[in-house]
């Protein structure tokens, strides 16, 4: 009931293409979805979150899809770069209790 | 700027050793979260606490003791008993108020020597 899956647990993309990350979850409390970035040997950084009265949501190149009824959501990346380059988790949340589940990460490498 | 500060960024630690790895924040956050992160496993919760002189254990609590003090600080010790050390641990913290984009440190690399 806690667990957030994710896949893949890697990914390789050219230049420009767009990489989809997924994710499932079980708990129908959760009504808080954010993703995080992390470069090797930092912190993960928040990258775009949703919460479910809405399915999609985009900052930028990034995207979320959220799909209430599967109970998934998922990243997309736009014109993806090197630089995009990263490990990639999701997670959800309830809001009463802040505190987040995380996925199990992807790592995503953006060939030039 | 505000911030979390985790030190030190390396830790080498002997068998049968504790050893503590410091978390300071100043974003005037309430709760604060330590957690462990191993390739392929994702970050797994050690403990957490929401209020000063309060803490919960989260998943992977044995082993492991920590303090809340200060509203600023969360230091985590690993006990002698955490049989598996080796890792990379990170700090977070939160505003607690309806906003849950955790801010993490950079984190500490503990190594068993």
């Known amino acids: 009931q806690q667990q957030v899956k994710q896949s893949p647990q890697s990914l390789i993309v050219q230049k420009g293409g767009i990489p989809i990350i997924n994710c499932a979850y079980e708990?129908?409390?959760?009504?808080?979805f954010p993703w995080y970035q992390q470069f090797p040997g930092k912190g993960p950084a928040l990258l775009i979150a949703?919460?479910?009265?809405?399915s999609e949501k985009k900052e930028g190149r990034f995207t979320i899809s959220f799909n209430k009824s599967a109970k998934q959501f998922s990243l997309h990346i736009m014109d993806s770069q090197p630089g995009d380059s990263a490990t990639y988790f999701c997670?959800?949340?309830?809001?009463?209790?802040?505190?987040?589940?995380f996925g199990q990460g992807t790592t995503l490498q953006v060939k030039p | 700027d505000g911030g979390i500060t985790q030190s030190p960024k390396y830790l080498f630690r002997k068998e049968g050793q504790n050893v503590t790895l410091s978390c300071e924040q100043n974003?005037?956050?309430?709760?604060m979260y330590w957690y462990r992160q191993d390739p392929g496993q994702g970050l797994r919760l050690i403990y957490y606490?929401?209020?000063?002189?309060?803490?919960q254990k989260g998943d992977i609590a044995e082993g492991y003791s920590v303090s809340r003090e200060k509203k600023e600080s969360f230091p985590l010790t690993v006990t002698s008993a955490q049989k598996n050390p080796t890792a990379f641990y990170l700090c977070?913290?939160?505003?607690?108020?309806?906003?849950?984009?955790?801010?993490f440190g950079s984190g500490t690399r503990l190594t068993v020597v």
């Open positions: 997670a959800a949340s309830r809001t009463n209790t802040g505190k987040l589940i």
């Open positions: 708990n129908t409390a959760f009504d808080y």
């Open positions: 949703i919460r479910p009265d809405v």
């Open positions: 974003l005037n956050h309430d709760a």
């Open positions: 606490s929401q209020i000063v002189n309060d803490f």
């Open positions: 977070a913290s939160h505003s607690g108020a309806g906003n849950y984009g955790y801010t």
